[in-house]
């Protein structure tokens, strides 16, 4: 059975539903819709359908960033957007598996150190004798091996691209096939190599967490 837990972080996390105007020119909402999708502030977004046609999901410092950075946005709310609506994240509850449930890496920060979720965690790279820890647009550095970061994480949720990078399986966007070639392009944009040798586990992890397909009538 799963259980859900309240996590929460440190930034300021903010919800933004748009609605927009059916009278301004497709061509413009796309182009805007493109860039909020790009901008570096936003962690996540979704086409909505009902009241609301899109939303972001703003990870900011404080409050004093997110004034500048709607600020930024007014004019193209204006012309744009009939209407939008901003919440303010207080508490986020996270669905986990049982068996997961204590699944996490600790990390350094501020005056101690930070449990870092498993299910939070995106992907992991190596740099030198550390390895940086991504999670929700964010890096932190941790001095452990690679074998054991995967350990502590769970190799059931994530897997080995190559000998340098980690990634959660969910994190995986598509894989692309080139010549000889496998890459992975992940949620955030990025492509990274797959080594031949990590290739079947990756199509079987990405296959395993696959929704099945439809039979057509």
């Given at each position: 059975?799963?259980?859900?837990?309240?996590?929460?972080?440190?930034?300021?996390?903010?919800?933004?539903?748009?609605?927009?105007?059916?009278?301004?020119?497709?061509?413009?909402?796309?182009?805007?819709?493109?860039?909020?999708?790009?901008?570096?502030?936003?962690?996540?977004?979704?086409?909505?359908?009902?009241?609301?046609?899109f939303m972001i999901e703003l990870a900011l410092p404080d409050l004093k960033a997110y004034n500048t950075k709607l600020e930024t946005l007014k004019a193209d709310l204006a012309a744009l957007?009939?209407?939008?609506?901003?919440?303010?994240?207080?508490?986020?509850l996270v669905r986990v598996s049982r068996a997961n449930a204590d699944r996490a890496v600790w990390v350094t920060c501020k005056n101690g150190l930070k449990r870092i979720e498993?299910?939070?965690v995106d992907k992991v790279k190596a740099d030198g004798d550390y390895m940086c820890v991504h999670a929700g647009g964010h890096c932190w550095m941790i001095h452990l091996t690679m074998n054991e970061i995967l350990?502590?994480?769970?190799?059931?949720?994530?897997?080995?691209?190559?000998?340098?990078?980690?990634?959660?399986?969910?994190f995986i966007d598509r894989l692309i096939h080139e010549?000889?070639?496998?890459?992975?392009?992940?949620?955030?944009?990025?492509?990274?190599?797959?080594?031949?040798?990590?290739?079947?586990?990756?199509?079987?992890?990405?296959?395993?967490?696959?929704?099945?397909?439809?039979?057509?009538?």
């Open positions: 059975m799963d259980a859900v837990r309240s996590v929460a972080t440190d930034d300021l996390r903010v919800i933004m539903c748009l609605a927009f105007d059916h009278r301004a020119p497709a061509s413009q909402v796309t182009e805007f819709r493109n860039r909020l999708i790009g901008c570096e502030e936003v962690v996540s977004c979704c086409d909505l359908q009902g009241a609301f046609d957007v009939a209407r939008y609506e901003t919440n303010f994240v207080c508490n986020r498993s299910s939070f350990a502590e994480l769970g190799s059931d949720q994530f897997v080995r691209l190559h000998r340098s990078t980690i990634v959660r399986s969910t010549g000889h070639l496998w890459t992975a392009r992940l949620n955030d944009g990025c492509d990274e190599r797959i080594a031949r040798s990590h290739v079947a586990e990756v199509m079987n992890k990405v296959r395993r967490k696959a929704p099945a397909a439809i039979p057509s009538n």
